[in-house]
């Protein structure tokens, strides 16, 4: 499918007018965007009718991929009845109500309340503020420190970038205070010799050592993806998780989980944490809310959070134009329930989730670019390494991975790359001959890039 509109003037119109995210906006200028301007399932098409397989659900977000008439319809009936309005001055609107009744009906039952936002990086703005805000209300106001990784992601804005541990973001933005990080639980990048379950330990024990050296009647709370996304996909040791949360408990600190990518299936269960085991007390969503298709995020409160600011709070000063918006919610019932009645999740878990990653396991356990394969359900990474067995990495890892998704869109699949990993995160309802179409295109781009760097 081509538009009426040549691709360069697309390209000469952009250049002229944006300023892109997370690149070289000179060099990307001179390259030239790709203008893509359709999607079917997991499909794209360019202006010229190149066609991709996305292998990243756009970022992490259309779970129920693209073209959905379901979603697209309910977001023109809401535009029709009631496209806008607020829940300031003492109201509401069904759409949002019916929302939480189902986002609740799906969640685990020990959380009741939520803030809607616009995306993940609100989100996790709203969060700061309601975790130092329910300290506030029980009469500790001084613990107010957060506690994230090195290499998280939590968003782009100034708080967001603050609580992720991506150093090169701070460098640009400057930082807020009363944040800490941790080390990531990363541990195909660990030199020594500890198996997976001492590195997890050792990991998680960190955050002990950090909360006693801040003072626990300093710290609010601890943040983490269940894995990590932005930052490559990295699945922590199973006994990771199990002890971070014993630390939170034993010193009364909130274990806040961001589940904008993890959350509505990724994994195979509805929610992240729950596939990992744990228990938190906050929860941040996003992206596959409404599979993307309109922006819509939220905070997501436990009953003890949500009782202590409902009952003892009073006013609490937050709001934003957008929160809880009639056409996104309306979308994201749509989106949730299709998700639930078509058994998509169920799917996830038991059928092309166990296929996608037995296929990644077969065509790339004995790649010799290849050191190690981590993920589940519809979530996967591959660790590119010069060693497998010492777990040695390339020394130009990083170039190495960006040649490789390069490559990935010359051979119409679109895979993304962190550090010296390639990532994927299909959509949900994939087919097997889709996740073969993935894996074969992915195994031609790792094929091409092996060759080039001598390794094949």
């Known amino acids: 499918m081509t538009t009426s509109r040549e ?4 390209q000469a119109a952009d250049a002229a007018h944006h300023i892109h995210a997370f690149v070289d906006q000179k060099a990307l200028n001179d390259e030239g965007p790709r203008v893509m301007v359709r999607g079917d399932r997991l499909h794209l098409w360019d202006n010229d009718g190149r066609r991709y397989l996305d292998g990243m659900s756009g970022l992490w977000c259309t779970n129920l991929g693209y073209g959905r008439k379901d979603l697209n319809a309910a977001a023109s009936r809401q535009l029709e009845q009631l496209p806008y309005y607020n829940m300031f001055f003492h109201t509401t609107h069904p759409q949002v109500i019916e929302l939480s009744e189902l986002l609740f009906s799906l969640l685990p039952g020990h959380y009741s309340h939520a ?20 300290w506030q209300v029980l009469g500790k106001p001084e613990k107010k420190i957060m506690i994230g990784r090195w290499n998280g992601y939590h968003g782009s804005t100034l708080a967001a970038t603050a609580l992720g541990g991506m150093k090169f973001m701070h460098e640009m933005g400057g930082m807020i205070p009363d944040i800490a990080h941790i080390d990531e639980p990363y541990f195909f990048a660990h030199e020594g010799n500890l198996t997976p379950a001492e590195f997890g330990l050792r990991a998680a024990q960190q955050l002990e050592a950090k909360i006693l050296e801040l003072g626990a009647d300093k710290v609010a709370g601890f943040i983490a993806e269940p894995f990590q996304g932005a930052g490559g996909m990295i699945f922590p040791p199973e006994s990771y998780w199990p002890e971070i949360q014993r630390i939170c408990r034993k010193y009364d600190v909130l274990l806040c989980a961001d589940e904008v990518i993890g959350g509505f299936g990724r994994t195979g269960e509805w929610f992240a944490h729950e596939y990992f085991g744990f228990e938190p007390d906050t929860l941040s969503i996003a992206k596959g809310l ?6 819509m995020g939220g905070l997501i409160l436990s009953k003890k959070m949500a009782d202590v600011l409902v009952e003892q709070g009073g006013v609490f000063a937050h709001g934003l134009t957008y929160s ?12 949730l329930k299709a ?3 078509e058994g998509v999740v169920t799917r996830v878990k038991d059928d092309i989730g166990p296929y996608l990653q037995q296929c990644l396991r077969e065509v790339f356990g004995n790649h010799p670019l290849v050191g190690d394969i981590q993920g589940t359900g519809m979530v996967a990474a591959l660790q590119l390494a010069e060693d497998k067995a010492t777990r040695k990495r390339f020394a130009n890892e990083n170039d190495m991975a960006w040649r490789c998704r390069t490559i990935g869109f010359e051979e119409g699949v679109i895979i993304r790359s962190t550090l010296g990993r390639m990532i994927m995160a299909p959509a949900l309802i994939a087919s097997r001959e889709e996740i073969d179409e993935l894996v074969g295109k992915t195994l031609k781009a790792v094929d091409r890039t092996a060759q080039e760097y001598g390794r094949l």
Request: hydrophobic fraction near 35%.
């Open 7 to 10: 691709t360069r003037d697309y």
């Open 115 to 134: 803030i809607y936002t616009n995306s993940g990086s609100e989100a996790n703005e709203v969060l700061i503020r309601t975790v130092r805000r329910y």
């Open 290 to 295: 409404t599979s993307g298709y309109i922006p």
């Open 324 to 335: 809880g918006h009639p056409v996104a919610a309306a979308v994201a019932i749509a989106n």
């Open 339 to 341: 998700l639930r009645d």
